[in-house]
């Protein structure tokens, strides 16, 4: 659900609609001058599917291994793991 409200509205409830926000996952957008300026919405929290960093971190280690030193640092400076 998203509510739009004027910044003197959320400088009178600014509690609630962080309770509305924290309880009932409300978006809620913050006009000035009739322009909508910013957003307060519930953070995220992204879940690290750790088997799959487990895999991808055996993979790296035994790619490491295998290559010369040269190669060793251009791997480590350009390898980018899943979003970790």
């Keep these: 659900m998203t509510k739009t409200i ?4 959320l400088r009178k409830d600014i509690f609630g609609v962080m309770e509305a ?9 913050i006009m000035l001058h009739g ?6 919405r ?3 929290v992204e879940k690290i599917d750790w088997d ?6 055996e993979k790296a280690v035994k790619h490491l ?3 010369g030193w ?9 390898f980018k ?4």
């Excluded at 799959?52 to 971190?57: F, N, V, W």
């Excluded at 793991?81 to 970790?84: C, E, G």
């Design 6 to 9: 004027t910044v003197t509205q």
């Design 21 to 29: 926000t924290k309880v009932n996952k409300q978006i809620t957008n």
């Design 35 to 40: 322009e909508v300026i910013a957003e307060i």
């Design 42 to 44: 519930p953070k995220v």
């Design 52 to 57: 799959q960093y487990k895999i991808d971190l």
């Design 65 to 67: 291994r295998k290559i």
């Design 70 to 78: 040269k190669e060793n640092k251009d791997f480590r400076k350009n």
């Design 81 to 84: 793991f899943r979003k970790w």
